[in-house]
């Protein structure tokens, strides 16, 4: 496979070298896999802390700045950061007011967030953590124990650090993440298996002419396959899989997120495609976000996220946001 690398062992450090120098108002440790915000700690502000295994940008780095995330912890790819990196995390963003790890529901990333929280705690840190666990498509999978976290973890780490700017205490902060994740779920499938620099070749066999219904975004095995189907298949079987779990009685926020490799052209498409299916449901649209946020290195696909709101849900996914991923008001 060609990638645009120099050699697998130095794949993250390199990107962390390339996102130090295009954004300098955040401060990027390569050595010690820290990226966080310039001004950090924030007076009077609970800090935000999420992580995870590179491969999936902009989630998380990408999402941190005023509005979302105050610090994130880059992994290996596909591998869990270390509990050291969040506790030094955690003592950079700590302005007194104690901070939430916002922890998608990974193995490793439960049990490491969990040991960090720890440390931080020892060192007279005031921990709160909140679990994404929003993908409906399986119930425990190679790497979780429970429901993935996937695309939600995008509208908790964006609303949550709204409420946090506005000055909110760790426990209304972490009710709102909470209230969050609770109402939000989502379903992703793959057009193509992804490809990590170490194995140089893809990580699962996807015959030409098929599709993976439910993937996950390590590239872990879904609910089915299926022969290619087209877009409006596939938003038909997406939308209904989320709302045979999630029943909305308010209007919703709608994320279609692209896998990493799925053109804008057709993620557009398919976003026609999923309002179609919602209004035939008779389900409410507040807000759209399109693009590629949750991704899976170079896997072709997309994921579909429903997260029902009420007025301060949407008055904090409306409020100004900077950060290198996302971007508004500001």
């Not at 904090?316 to 008001?329: I, K, Q, S």
Request: proline share 6%; glycine share 10%; with cysteine.
């Amino acid at each position: 496979m060609k990638m645009l690398i120099n050699v697998p062992d130095t794949v993250v450090a390199d990107a962390l070298r390339g996102v130090a120098v295009a954004h300098p108002e955040l401060m990027v440790d390569v050595e010690k896999r820290l990226v966080v915000r310039r001004d950090a700690p924030v007076a009077d502000k609970v800090g935000l802390i999420s992580g995870g295994g590179s491969g999936h940008e902009p989630l998380h780095g990408g999402f941190v700045g005023p509005g979302m995330l105050d610090a994130a912890c880059p992994g290996e790819v596909f591998t869990s950061p270390v509990p050291d990196q969040m506790a030094r995390a955690a003592a950079a963003v700590d302005s007194g007011k104690g901070v939430l790890f916002i922890v998608k529901n990974y193995t490793g990333d439960v049990m490491n967030f969990n040991m960090a929280a720890e440390l931080a705690e020892d060192e007279g840190i005031q921990v709160a953590s909140v679990l994404v666990n929003d993908d409906v498509a399986v119930t425990d999978s190679l790497f979780t124990a429970g429901r993935r976290g996937t695309g939600a973890t995008l509208f908790v780490e964006k609303i949550a650090g709204a409420a946090a700017d506005e000055g909110a205490p760790l426990e209304r902060v972490e009710a709102i993440a909470r209230k969050v994740n609770e109402n939000s779920r989502s379903f992703g499938v793959a057009l193509s298996a992804c490809t990590t620099p170490a194995k140089g070749s893809p990580t699962f066999d996807l015959p030409a002419g098929e599709l993976e219904l439910g993937i996950g975004i390590h590239g872990e095995p879904g609910r089915e396959r299926r022969p290619m189907m087209t877009s409006r298949e596939i938003a038909d079987f997406a939308v209904d899989a989320v709302l045979e779990d999630l029943r909305p009685d308010a209007p919703v926020l709608l994320l279609v997120n692209g896998m990493g490799a799925t053109p804008l052209l057709e993620l557009y498409g398919f976003n026609a495609e999923v309002h179609r299916v919602l209004a035939e449901r008779q389900v409410s649209v507040a807000r759209t976000l399109v693009g590629n946020y949750v991704t899976s290195l170079d896997m072709a696909g997309c994921s579909v996220t429903l997260c029902q709101i009420d007025e301060e849900l949407l008055r904090l996914w409306d409020a100004p946001v900077a950060t290198p991923g996302l971007r508004w008001g500001r």
